[in-house]
Nanobody
Framework: QVQLVESGGGLVQAGGSLRLSCVAS????????MAWFRQAPGKERELVAY????????EYGDSVKGRFTISRDNAKNTVYLQINSLKVEDTAVYYC??????????????????WGQGTQVTVSP
């Protein structure tokens, strides 16, 4: 098992930047495919960014391509999400997720076994 704790959220003006962190404890994070999701009020949780176990593969949601960058440091059991050029519509709770299976973390959100508690990102005009 793995426990995930996110940090780095906050209130920022449009155009600004944030760096979210997700620290994993328990089983080594290098065992897991990792991803960031977000959920805005009244909307479904959506995949924002994915990174492979050895950081050899990344994928992004269409709405964040070119603005968000996911990375990981397995020595620190930490996954990061660098968010640039923030928009008001990026306002959401951002969640870190871990899964030993690629197909599940990408396409079966309700089956992903490990989630963090979320960190709020609020973007003001």
């Amino acid at each position: 098992q793995v426990q995930l704790v996110e940090s780095g959220g906050g209130l920022v003006q449009a155009g600004g930047s944030l760096r979210l962190s997700c620290v994993a404890s328990g089983r080594a994070s290098s065992t897991y495919h990792m991803a960031w999701f977000r959920q805005a009020p009244g909307k479904e949780r959506e995949l924002v960014a994915y990174i492979g176990r050895s950081a050899d593969d990344t994928e992004y949601g269409d709405s964040v391509k070119g603005r968000f960058t996911i990375s990981r440091d397995n020595a620190k059991n930490t996954v990061y999400l660098q968010i640039n050029s923030l928009k008001v519509e990026d306002t959401a709770v951002y969640y870190c997720a871990a899964d030993p299976f690629y197909s599940r973390i990408i396409g079966q959100i309700k089956s992903i076994p490990y989630w963090g508690q979320g960190t709020q990102v609020t973007v003001s005009p």
